[in-house]
């Protein structure tokens, strides 16, 4: 359970850093190596350089305001636990909901927002928030800065857009208005395991009460995070009672074609994250 | 790779590869055995040691990363002259048995309850979940912790660490 050996190197620029992963094939960022530390203990991969973002400034803070919310990529799972601004009624609660589900203190103490993107487990919380918040990453490589929508960012398992001289800077979310209805649902054996299905679901309400906007993300039932627009075209325009709820979460289900794995079969995942959206949604109708 | 920081209270400066983890660092270079390895995979908190008074996994951890940080290990949480107070609640309450887990439960609990000397038992129960334990069933493990509390408060009252 030890690693292959590798260089280190600690780059006290962004462009420093760039310029790393761009000259050595082989090289990979590390932050707080949650998680790509397990998958070099394990040997799933030997990268031959690590390039450690600890000195870089700027990556770490959590900008609240009217226009939207930014989280640097080194952003901590601890850092926006303890953040008041995202807590804020004015802030993002579904992340903060979200995020108490993500891991363990120790993981919490260490483990960063950017690196949970760019590692991309389809059952990780917050890919899954990304996409179910029309989050927008911003990017930065040899070529320059990109920004790239959180629904184009995921590719697969453990697989981005992300190219090998580049590194998550910053993810933008857009404004939460306060009168949006929101609910986050997530089952796992043990709090802070991996989910084996997590429901992300908000909608906004017009004039008639009915739902619109809806966005239902789903965790761990897909191969990436995914929003799943049958369930959403069920709540749209609609008021949300158990039979539009019931529509939404038939819906979700004839989408989903979840993985079998020693953890859970493909019914079984199918059927827990239609309960998922099912809870999550009566969730956001009690709010 | 020389790399300096400091372990319960000493500079140190080991020269070491980049892969070498804290955790091994710990054990094999500053012959601290206190922290375990167990999973090696961040799963069962064995080796949970603070860094800059944050329990962290040792086993994650690069020990080149441990670059001017102030680490401490169970071995730092006790001296020779009486029983902490969570090593005597521990004693009191039965919470270990092999002893296996019991260096990262109490780093874990330390750091826990230095920050929130306040939590409740679902509180301990949510920190500790990060930490495995094969023999006692957890129950009094939880306990000692609950106990220790008051120790931590009256430290907070007097301005201490």
Redesign the interface.
Known sequence: ????????A?PATIAEAVALLARHEGAKP?SG??SL??V???RLAAPTL?V?L?HLPDLDRIVVEAGGTRLGAKVRW?DIEKSSALAAVTGQPLLCAAIAHV?????R??GTVGGSLAHADPAAEMPGLAVALDARLRIIGAKGERMVEAGEFFTGPLSTVLEPDELILEVLLPAWPASRRWGFEEFAR???DFALAGAAVWFDTDAAGCAQNAHVGIIGASDRPRRLPGAEMALNGKALDAVTIAAAVAAARAALDPMSDIHASADYRRALAGTMIERALKAALAR | MPTKFEVNGKAVEVDVEPRMSLADCLRHELHLTGTHLACEHGVCGACTVLVDGEAVRSCLTLAVQAEGRKVVTVEGLSDDAALSPLQAAFRRHNALQCGFCTPGMITTAHALLTEEPDCDADRVREVLSGNLCRCTGYIPIIEAVLEARAAYRAARIQGGR
């Open positions: 359970m030890k690693p292959a050996a590798f260089d280190y600690v590390i190596g949650q530390m397990p070099l203990n394990f690590l450690d600890r601890r891991a363990h203190y120790q993981i103490n260490r043990r709090r802070g």
